[in-house]
C-alpha cells in the first residue's frame, strides 16, 4: 500500500502551465504503475495520463495529448505531471493514482484527496 499526496494546483491563466507533484510513502511505490484523473464540477472522474512502474508504458488522453507530460521518479516517490497551454476546460480537481495495468488498461487501486486547478479565460 502507498500514500499519495498531491500539490501544485492552482489558478492559471489559460496558454499557461503548471506542474502537479503528487508525494508517495510506502516502500512498495516502485512496483506500482501511477497515474492522474481529474474530475471537473458535474461531471465523472476522467483519465489524464499514466505511466508504469519502469517508466515506461506512458499513456495520455487524447484531449491533453501534447500538451501534459507525465512522469516519476522512484528514488524520491515522486509523480509529476507537466501541464503547458492550458484551456479553460483543464479546470478539476486533479488526483494522482497508483495501481497496475493489465492488458494494456490502467486499473488504480489508491488514490490521493487531490488538487484543485483552475484555469481563467
Known amino acids: 500500500q502507498v500514500q499519495l499526496v498531491e500539490s501544485g494546483g492552482g489558478l492559471v491563466q489559460a496558454g499557461g502551465s503548471l506542474r502537479l507533484s503528487c508525494e508517495a510513502s510506502?516502500?512498495?511505490?516502485?512496483?506500482?504503475?501511477v497515474g492522474w484523473f481529474r474530475q471537473a464540477p458535474g461531471k465523472e472522474r476522467e483519465f489524464v495520463a499514466r505511466?508504469?512502474?519502469?517508466?515506461?508504458?506512458?499513456y495520455y488522453a487524447d484531449s491533453v495529448k501534447g500538451r501534459f507530460a507525465i512522469s516519476r521518479d522512484n528514488a524520491k516517490k515522486m509523480v509529476y505531471l507537466q501541464m503547458n497551454s492550458l484551456k479553460p476546460e483543464d479546470t478539476a480537481v486533479y488526483y494522482c493514482?497508483?495501481?497496475?495495468?493489465?492488458?494494456?488498461?490502467?486499473?488504480?487501486?489508491?488514490w490521493g484527496q487531490g488538487t484543485q486547478v483552475t484555469v481563467s479565460s
Open positions: 505511466i508504469g512502474w519502469n517508466y515506461e508504458a506512458t
Open positions: 510506502g516502500r512498495t511505490f516502485s512496483i506500482y504503475a
Open positions: 493514482s497508483a495501481g497496475y495495468i493489465s492488458s494494456g488498461a490502467y486499473i488504480p487501486t489508491m
